[in-house]
């Protein structure tokens, strides 16, 4: 039974009689169809159109030979099976055919059923090259995708983890919580159980502790062991990674087996350094986890320098701020000091009622700018001794959105502007400037509603006198459920009987 299916014969011979031969043979054939040429170029013109599946050339033909032929065809298509028809077979022809590529001989004078035989041995020897090369194939393309994956696994961690340092170090209100978070982060990508951050003191070239994170208790410890404090400044030194490995000869009693020191630059100038620990023998610190702490260290360094930025200028920006109030309140005798009065009322109140660290810097934040519109009102209106009129009470009613816009424009939060803008509500919705009502105010506003009365009533005015703490505190109960939050005012009250809150504070 053939192996093969059916397949297209090339013979190519100087001798007609053997080309003959194969064309009686073969021309009737259910399994084989028969083309011919006698001689090398008119073979290849054949191959080129014909396509064979398989070739038989005479080794002696004039012109091209049988073994130059073959190396042409097999630059052709390198898959062809071809065997060598001679009268003449010799050791040297033999070993150069082979070399060339050829896949067996048959040696003249032969039998025509013999070329079967040849035919089917050759193709067998060819399925099983066939099946070897796709074997050695797949395996080296399994080996070749391996080291792919693994180099893209690889890539993948990498950007993981960079993205998480992208991600992880973000902008803070201050250096302080950065050098915290860097301290975390560091122990995290490196596998690390102990970090510092150390800040170089430029005038006496010490290294002073800013942040530290331990994993356990056991390794908590502010202090920087002096073995880590001169690995520190050895990474200053050499501007780069230094790295520390535990000597048993050295005698140093430690639970740290390994330590690196990464130097952390703002502009290239050294402004401190990193340094992270293992703990456990044989347990140190890879090229990787080098790269990650460099990344980490630059990422770092530079929101360090926006956050200092930022603090800057929040500085200029709320010392700007605050001496439009206090050109405000120059402007009134009466009102001196009222906004810094508010704001510590209002944080007083609000820690009471379970304020965050964060609401409690809006409100005093707000509450030390809560009439900063009033920038915007005329003395003659501002200043009034007798009751204002319809007009000049609207315009007064306009110093919270002024104040709302002038913190808006300077690029400030949101919150703070809502607070400003809501100070002058009330519960029932009469307030203004938006006539907003009851949980629609903003929580914030409703505490500094409550504090503003307070230190109103409580303080000489223009048009009126002041009143006691008592009568203020009556007058803040009466107006629970309509003018404030009744929550509020109970809170507010509560802490007035106290002594907490007074006039005097």
Known sequence: MSMHDYLKILAVDDDPGVLNV????????????????????????????????????????PGMDGIALSKRILEMDNTIPIVVMTAYPS??????????????????????????????????????????????SQHARKKELEKINMELAATVEEMEKLNFILRKVDWKKNSGELFDQLTNISCEISGGHLCYFQLLDDSTGSLYPLAHHAVTEELDNEDVPDFLDALAKQSLDKAGPAIWGKDPASGLITPLHAAVAIPFNIKDKPLGAIT?????????????????????????????????????LCQNLFSTLYAFVEAIEARDPYTKQHSARVADISCIIGEHLGCSARELDLLDFSGKLHDIGKIGVRDKILLKEA?????????????????????????????????????????????????????????????????????ALTSDRAYRKKVDDAAACEIVKKNAGAQFDPVVAEAFLDLAAQGKVTSSL
């Open 22 to 61: 194969f064309k009686t043979y073969f021309e009737h054939s259910d399994q084989y169809s028969i083309v011919t040429a006698s001689d090398g170029p008119s073979a290849l013109d054949v191959f080129s159109k014909e396509q064979p599946d398989f070739l038989f050339t005479d080794l002696a033909m």
């Open 91 to 136: 050791m040297e022809s033999t070993i150069m055919a082979l070399q060339t590529g050829v896949s067996d001989f048959i040696v003249k004078p032969f039998k025509i059923r013999d070329v079967d035989f040849i035919i089917e041995k050759v193709m067998a020897q060819k399925e099983i090259m066939v099946e070897n090369l796709l074997l050695k």
């Open 276 to 312: 992270v620990c293992k703990t456990g023998p044989g347990n140190g610190f890879s090229e990787q986890d080098l790269h990650y702490l460099s990344f980490l260290g630059k990422r770092a360094a530079l929101v360090v320098e926006n956050t200092a930025l930022y603090e800057n």
């Open 387 to 455: 009751q204002l009129d319809e007009e000049e009470f609207r315009i007064i009613k306009t110093h919270p959105e002024i104040g709302a816009n002038i913190v808006g424009h300077m690029g400030l939060l949101k919150e703070e502007t809502q607070v400003i803008l809501h100070h002058h509500e009330r519960w029932d919705g009469e307030g203004y400037p938006n006539k907003v009502g009851g949980e629609d105010i903003p929580f914030l506003s409703r505490i500094m509603t409550v504090a503003d009365a307070f230190d």
